[in-house]
Nanobody, 127 residues
Framework: QVQLVESGGGLVQAGGSLRLSCAASGRTFSRYAMGWFRQAPGKEREFVAAISWSTISIRYADSVKGRFTISRDNAKKTVYLQMNSLKPEDTAVYYC????????????????????WGQGTQVTVSS
């Protein structure tokens, strides 16, 4: 089993920044993609960003391009999401996800490709 623990959420004013972290533990795979998804109240879960093991393949949702940056530290089994220029519409619970294998390209967008999910961290952006 893989356990994921997210941290870094909170309340911030519009235009501010937050950095989310997600640390994996337990029986992780040799190489695996990691991603971030979010779910706002009354809405479906949506893709935010994802990154392959070697970082050669990275994808972002159009709504966060240019504002969010995903990165990872494989030695620490940790993925990060730097969020800048936050907007009220970024308010959501953010979930970290790990795939059972490495992925590239458009596969990174698919929530169904990820087997393990964190408990979520709340991000609230006030106007």
């Amino acid at each position: 089993q893989v356990q994921l623990v997210e941290s870094g959420g909170g309340l911030v004013q519009a235009g501010g920044s937050l950095r989310l972290s997600c640390a994996a533990s337990g029986r992780t795979f040799s190489r695996y993609a990691m991603g971030w998804f979010r779910q706002a109240p009354g809405k479906e879960r949506e893709f935010v960003a994802a990154i392959s093991w070697s970082t050669i393949s990275i994808r972002y949702a159009d709504s966060v391009k240019g504002r969010f940056t995903i990165s990872r530290d494989n030695a620490k089994k940790t993925v990060y999401l730097q969020m800048n220029s936050l907007k009220p519409e970024d308010t959501a619970v953010y979930y970290c996800a790990v795939a059972p294998n490495d992925m590239y390209g458009n596969s990174l967008y698919l929530g169904s490709e990820y087997d393990y999910w964190g408990q979520g961290t709340q991000v609230t952006v006030s106007s």
